[in-house]
């Protein structure tokens, strides 16, 4: 029995040794091959095109997939394998536009799967307060309480989720640090025109509320249980004070009253995301789309300069004098390139004057704020929602 195992132990060492030298032969001569000066070293120009553009043809867009395979290009020398340090070379965010409801910037050198990945989490993860309970104590109004309730909800309100706790958290216990309570209360006296009910006469109580609550005992010694449990005002914390909290706009139409109506109401608001809710949702949209290419393979001159021009519904060429009487069209504004494909749909002798790519990891991202919280502040919450998900797929799998 020992002699058979020392037998057996002796072929392993010997396969594992022939294995070995198998590897090198072919390390050295893969070494040897990519050191000849006929072996390129880079992707010729085509398989570079075919990599890096989507190329949109007039019937269909062709080699859309992005190529994640490490070992595509080996047999050329080319590395095509994901690195942390290729990525922080190559990756950049450039802002093109910001104002105080969106935000557009350039993401450059990422995959489409990470900029989805953005898009969802600032759709549905990104948390904001919307009103979610409303408590009517008197509605004659011709909108039903389901509806007017409804229109409550998808109000933007102007506060920092941040600075609240998930209501979760604290079970039924609804305090200053997960509520934010808001009153109603609008009448058209008889002999009034109709009045429109509009979100600006929506009043926050700090305080918390003014309802006593359906089960509460009435008793002269204590003081009248409500809705809410606040322990002390929200106006007394620092970061509630400075900026007071209240409907982002002022002159959403909630409900028409006549002569006789009146509506009376509290609307608690508390913190949530979309994918629970749309009112949630942070975004009124959030989309990217890939840097448009426009490339004329040959000049374009004379009268077919002026027709190309004309052809662009979005001004994207313009004509350029070189002299002698004659002009050339340019290609002024790619950017602004909407894939209409205007210009190539005559017939195959416009495609091929004009090509009409897509740049793969180059994105334009386009966010629009409900008013919750400012366009750049959104991406930065989303980038650290993503974090906290990578760091939970390393722990689970560590």
């Known amino acids: 029995m020992s002699s058979s195992s020392e037998d057996e132990s002796m072929s392993e060492m010997e396969e594992q040794e022939n294995q070995n030298k198998e590897m090198k032969h072919e390390n050295g001569v893969l070494d040897y091959i990519m050191s000849l000066e006929s072996v390129p070293t880079n992707l010729p120009p085509h398989l570079e095109l075919l990599m ?31 690195r942390l340090d290729n990525f922080n070379q190559n990756f950049k965010v450039e802002v093109k536009r910001l104002t105080d409801d969106d935000i557009e910037f350039d993401m450059i050198g990422i995959d489409p799967s990470l900029a989805n990945a953005f898009r969802r989490i ?41 600075l609240f706790e998930y209501p979760d958290n604290a079970g039924d216990n609804r305090n200053e640090k997960n509520t934010i309570v808001f009153k109603l209360h609008v009448a058209c006296h008889k002999g009034q025109p109709r009045m429109t009910v ?79 809710h749309a009112k949630w949702s942070p975004v009124s949209t959030a989309w990217y789309r890939m840097l448009p290419e426009v490339v004329l393979l040959e000049n374009i001159e004379d009268d077919l300069a002026v027709k ?6 979005v001004g994207l060429f313009d004509i350029e004098d070189i002299g002698e009487g004659k002009k050339r069209a340019t290609v002024a504004r790619p950017r602004d390139c909407t894939l209409c494909k205007e210009c190539i749909r005559e017939g195959k002798e416009w495609e091929d004057r004009i090509s009409l790519r897509r740049v793969k990891d180059h994105f334009i991202f386009t966010i629009e704020s409900t008013g919750a919280l400012p366009p750049e502040v959104l991406f930065t919450e989303a980038v650290k929602i993503l974090e906290d998900k990578c760091e939970r797929v390393i722990t689970e799998f560590s």
């Not at 890096?52 to 047999?75: E, M």
């Not at 307060?129 to 309480?145: F, H, K």
């Not at 009043?203 to 449990?229: H, R, V, Y």
């Open 52 to 82: 890096t553009r989507v190329l949109c043809n007039n019937d269909a867009p062709q080699h859309t997939d992005t190529i994640q395979y490490s070992g595509a290009y080996a047999a050329l020398g080319v590395d095509n394998s994901l």
């Open 122 to 162: 600032l759709i549905s993860e990104v948390p904001t307060m919307a009103i979610e309970r409303v408590y009517i104590a008197n509605n004659t109004s011709l909108i039903q309480d389901e509806v007017l309730s409804h229109r409550l909800g998808l109000i933007p309100i102007s506060a920092d989720p941040r």
């Open 198 to 276: 509009r979100s600006d006469q929506l009043k926050w109580l700090p305080n918390g509320s003014e309802l006593i609550a359906e089960d509460a005992k009435l008793s002269a010694s204590s003081k009248p249980k409500t809705f809410t449990s606040f322990t002390c005002s929200q106006e007394s914390i620092p970061e509630i004070s400075s900026n007071p909290i209240g409907p982002k706009y002022l002159d959403i139409i909630l409900a028409k009253l006549g002569p006789g109506q009146e509506i009376e109401l509290e609307a608690h608001a508390v913190k949530g995301v979309g994918r629970t």
């Open 308 to 313: 190309l021009q004309e052809k662009c519904p």
